[in-house]
């Protein structure tokens, strides 16, 4: 396997634009629900900090702050992009199946249908090491969900 | 005629190491000799843990056909030829760092021999107030009120086992500053050190920065303190001649695995009158004279920091390691790869976008480099090497605090051994100058 198939454009145009990223510029809706989880990877240092704002059983936002490799920073980027709008429930059984792609070690595939630009992301799931990097937003999110519901 | 050798003589008759000898002793190296992603494979990544010589992993496999047993116990043949072997190692060892044999404990590795002096100390304050063991225990004891010194540059492994150990005691831990160069800053060092300094533990050379401590002042301000001084020897131990005696430190440490041994084995040298007074770390089998029901008596040392069955075969390895560092000549090794540290310094340094950690090209420093690509996280240079065969260390290398004082979270580092040329070097430069275009930056 390439390292063009680890890091695809996608990617790599994610981990600069960072979507979402900022969580003091970001003012979460008033009303929301809210839950923020920070992550660390102690391996690199790693870290992020990211926060969820639930409305009407809505994902209304995800905001998050960060510092990382491409494959973490890009991550979060896709993830806070996927999952505005999404119900809670939708945005659970999505990060389900994103870490089940990731822990496949390559034996399942995504599904842009179903994780649009996270799809990108099914390459890592070859590199053990890297899927942490992948996975620690997510984790976040999830931890921030159960927070805000 | 007696054919006597002056050292003079010696040294011309030793030519320094070059490309075609560490060719040579590539062939030592099963493990050198793979394809890694479709590419000759170039470690650069000693520094963490270093290979085996086909010498080392025979003694281990020979001393599992031919002689294990269990040591320092029975009567029959296998358990006096193990116990045999697993001394003359010891002995083996002792030669190696210039200390004598009872002065030679085996650990697991460095971090267990710092745990070991650790635990010790604070045990040393409790025998001494229970008016158990030694006289001297009362001084070496640390408690409250007594400081612990050791530097910005430490690995956690010489760290964390002293802020424990002042948590144990209330003792205060310090810390000599670097400068923004890399280097130990010797005025703060000074001032730092006084006369409630009890113990001063600090890296020979550092495994990020490469630097290589002043360990003379360091020690005599450590005399002049009274303080015990430790001496972390996992990257100086391996790459260059040691001699704990004429560095007069109290205690060093350093493990087998980055000095072509296997995993699991390390050393622990502390002085003799130190070692035979400090209460054990580890108690149980193999290091008492009597027991009964409610106490017991304590064997000197080593024994006494060696309780339970030893690492036999490991320690055997070890020896075998040392022996094939001493034939190829630890003045050579360091020469070659201080060569080699040079290379990679002047190289980075020429590359636009990198910022080397430590000393500049042209300063002394051990056969390895840190740095920072700018705009590419560490983990991502170091996959990018990866896919050309090199494998390089990325995060913070166990040194946290030393990431922070340089505002960095992980760099890339790569170190090189008696096993790498010039051509590695070289190879893992041209992928660095790479490594900014790939990603865009």
Same mark, same amino acid.
């Given at each position: 396997?390439s390292?063009?198939?680890l890091?695809?454009?996608i990617?790599?145009?994610h981990s600069?634009v960072r979507?979402?990223?900022?969580l ?5 809706? +008033?009303?929301?629900? %809210?839950?923020q989880?920070r ?5 690199c240092?790693d =870290? /992020?900090t ?10 209304a936002?995800?905001s ?5 490799c491409s494959?973490?920073?890009a ?6 992009e996927? +999952?505005?709008?999404m %119900?809670?429930d939708e ?5 389900g199946t994103?870490? =089940? /792609?990731l822990?496949s ?5 995504a599904?842009p249908e ?14 053990a090491?890297r899927?942490?990097c ?12 159960n927070?805000?519901? | 005629?007696?054919?006597v ?12 190491m ?7 002793i590539?062939?030592d ?5 793979q394809?890694?992603?479709g590419q000759?494979?170039?470690?650069l ?8 010589p ?7 496999q020979e001393?599992?056909?031919q002689r294990?047993?269990?040591v320092?116990?029975?009567?029959h043949?296998?358990a006096?030829?193990a116990t ?7 002995q083996?060892?002792a030669d ?5 044999y009872?002065?030679t404990?085996?650990t697991?590795?460095a ?20 008016g158990?063991?030694d ?7 640390v408690?409250p009120?007594?400081?612990i ?8 492994a010489n760290l964390?086992?002293w ?5 144990r005691?209330?003792?205060t831990?310090?810390?000599?500053p ?10 703060r060092?000074?001032e ?5 300094t009890?113990?001063?533990a600090f890296?020979h050379?550092?495994?990020v920065l ?12 450590g ?6 001084v430790?001496?972390?020897a996992?990257q ?6 040691l001699?704990v ?12 695995h980055?000095m072509?041994?296997?995993t699991?084995?390390g050393?622990?040298y502390?002085k ?8 054990p ?9 009597t027991v009964?029901m409610?106490?017991?008596?304590y064997l ?6 060696e309780?339970?069955?030893q690492r036999i075969?490991?320690a055997v390895?070890l020896?075998a390691?040392?022996n094939?560092?001493?034939e190829t000549?630890?003045d ?5 790869e201080s060569?080699?540290?040079q ?6 340094e020429?590359?636009?976008?990198i910022?080397v950690l430590?000393p500049?090209?042209?300063?002394e ?8 690509v700018?705009g590419v996280h560490a983990?991502?240079?170091g996959?990018?090497?990866?896919s050309?065969?090199?494998?390089v260390?990325?995060?913070?290398h166990?040194?946290?605090?030393l990431?922070?004082?340089l505002?960095?979270t992980?760099?890339?580092r790569a170190?090189?051994y008696?096993?790498n040329t010039t ?5 893992f430069?041209?992928a660095v100058?790479g490594?900014?275009?790939y990603?865009?930056?």
């Amino acid at each position: 396997m390439s390292l063009d198939q680890l890091y695809q454009q996608i990617i790599l145009d994610h981990s600069k634009v960072r979507h979402g990223s900022g969580l003091a510029g970001i003012a979460a809706p +008033a009303g929301a629900f %809210t839950g923020q989880s920070r992550q660390l990877n102690p391996v690199c240092g790693d =870290e /992020v900090t990211l926060r969820v704002a639930v409305e009407g059983g809505k994902v209304a936002q995800i905001s998050w702050d960060g510092e990382g490799c491409s494959i973490s920073m890009a991550s979060a980027s896709v993830l806070s992009e996927l +999952a505005e709008g999404m %119900t809670v429930d939708e945005l659970r059984a999505v990060i389900g199946t994103f870490r =089940e /792609v990731l822990r496949s070690r390559g034996k399942v595939h995504a599904d842009p249908e179903i994780l649009g630009d996270a799809a990108a992301f099914e390459g890592v799931a070859r590199y053990a090491a890297r899927v942490k990097c992948a996975m620690i937003s997510w984790v976040a999110a999830e931890d921030a969900l159960n927070q805000a519901t | 005629m007696a054919l006597v050798s002056t050292p003079a003589t010696l040294e011309r008759a030793v030519p320094a190491m070059d490309n075609a000898e560490v060719l040579r002793i590539r062939n030592d190296f099963p493990v050198l000799g793979q394809l890694v992603n479709g590419q000759p494979l170039v470690y650069l990544d000693s520094g963490a843990t270093s290979q085996n010589p086909l010498s080392v992993i025979e003694a281990e496999q020979e001393f599992y056909e031919q002689r294990n047993a269990a040591v320092h116990r029975g009567a029959h043949y296998l358990a006096v030829e193990a116990t045999e072997v697993f001394e003359d190692a010891r002995q083996t060892i002792a030669d190696f760092i210039g200390a004598d044999y009872a002065e030679t404990v085996w650990t697991s590795n460095a971090t267990e021999g710092l745990n070991l002096i650790s635990y010790a100390l604070s045990n040393a304050s409790l025998w001494a107030a229970q008016g158990r063991g030694d006289g001297r225990l009362k001084e070496l004891g640390v408690g409250p009120g007594d400081q612990i010194v050791v530097t910005e540059m430490e690995h956690h492994a010489n760290l964390i086992p002293w802020q424990e150990l002042a948590f144990r005691t209330g003792a205060t831990l310090r810390y000599i500053p670097i400068d923004d160069a890399g280097a130990l800053r010797m005025d703060r060092a000074a001032e730092i050190l006084g006369q409630k300094t009890k113990v001063l533990a600090f890296t020979h050379a550092s495994n990020v920065l490469g630097t290589i401590n002043p360990v003379q002042e360091l020690v005599a301000l450590g005399r002049r303190a009274g303080a015990l001084v430790v001496l972390d020897a996992c990257q100086s131990a391996p790459h260059l001649p040691l001699n704990v005696k004429e560095l007069d430190v109290d205690f060093a440490v350093f493990s087998g695995h980055k000095m072509l041994a296997p995993t699991g084995i390390g050393v622990l040298y502390g002085k003799q009158d130190i070692l035979d007074v400090l209460p054990p770390f580890l108690t149980g089998g193999s290091m008492i004279t009597t027991v009964t029901m409610d106490r017991a008596e304590y064997l000197p040392a080593p024994q006494r920091f060696e309780a339970g069955t030893q690492r036999i075969s490991q320690a055997v390895a070890l020896a075998a390691a040392a022996n094939y560092l001493t034939e190829t000549g630890l003045d050579r090794v360091h020469r070659w790869e201080s060569e080699l540290g040079q290379r990679m310094v002047a190289g980075l340094e020429s590359i636009p976008g990198i910022r080397v950690l430590g000393p500049t090209a042209g300063h002394e420093r051990i056969g390895l480099a840190a740095f920072h690509v700018d705009g590419v996280h560490a983990h991502d240079v170091g996959q990018f090497l990866d896919s050309r065969g090199i494998a390089v260390r990325v995060g913070h290398h166990c040194a946290q605090p030393l990431h922070r004082r340089l505002g960095l979270t992980a760099t890339t580092r790569a170190s090189a051994y008696l096993y790498n040329t010039t051509d590695d070097v070289d190879a893992f430069l041209e992928a660095v100058a790479g490594v900014r275009s790939y990603f865009r930056v």
